[in-house]
């Protein structure tokens, strides 16, 4: 799975200390590049560099139509066809995926939650769009999703409620830009990562529902290197 994402044929992993991220590599030789990779995910977002970003164009009526806890994630597939326009190219919506509390930080703050809209183009290259989920009001969208919560490891239910690819993002779609990886074994690079700047809200009680079927599932923060962030 990448962050969630495509799961790969390896040697087992988790989050806890025995196959937890500071072992991964260790797991398996597939694994290395979780600790010889240079531009690894997730990242603590800061020092960024002011850019000319175009727009996120995001089009298509893909519809939710499972929701799977593989028990690294709680994951939605789509049926249909949604996709995101980056650089001239269109990165076609697979699935979205959650982590508690939030991978990526903004200016050193963690977030509860945060969800990875995974995306593909024809060659198979990766992008990802973050979204940062804030305690507040009750999510319309997520109520619609945790009426068939996937409560067990290998549960798979069909989603009966109308769910769009792309519901669950904030009205405005400012974000951060910046090279990074998938943030689970294999660790493979090359990603292209979009994080939103602007939050939606989760409430505390369907925070604790996601919390109950989902381990803590968090990487921890990667070294920058040389890369940029742009804004």
């Not at 072992?23 to 603590?44: F, H, T, V």
Request: one cysteine or more.
């Amino acid at each position: 799975m990448l962050s969630g994402e495509e799961e790969t044929k390896g040697a087992p992993w988790g989050y806890n200390e025995d196959l937890g991220p500071k072992e991964w590599a260790n797991l398996d030789d597939k694994y290395r590049m979780c600790e010889d990779g240079l531009n690894q995910s997730p990242i603590n977002i800061t020092n960024t560099i002011d850019a000319v970003l175009n727009p996120l164009t995001f089009e298509g009526n893909a519809k939710a139509s499972t929701f799977e806890n593989n028990g690294h994630s709680v994951k939605v597939s789509f049926s249909g066809s949604s996709s995101l326009n980056i650089d001239n190219e269109k990165y076609y919506l697979k699935q979205i995926h959650f982590h508690t509390p939030s991978e990526n930080q903004i200016n050193g703050k963690s977030f509860p939650m945060e969800g990875h809209l995974v995306h593909s183009n024809s060659a198979g290259n990766l992008a990802v769009v973050g979204v940062m989920f804030e305690v507040g009001a009750d999510n319309m969208v997520i109520n619609k999703l945790l009426r068939n919560l996937p409560e067990n490891k290998d549960d798979k239910n069909t989603l009966k409620s109308e769910i769009l690819g792309y519901d669950l993002l904030p009205e405005i779609k400012d974000y951060y830009r910046f090279s990074g990886s998938l943030t689970t074994p294999p660790c493979t690079e090359g990603v292209k990562w979009f994080i939103l700047k602007d939050t939606v809200s989760i409430s505390k009680s369907q925070l604790a529902d996601f919390d109950a079927v989902m381990p803590t599932n968090n990487r921890p923060i990667q070294d920058i290197n040389s890369r940029l962030i742009l804004d």
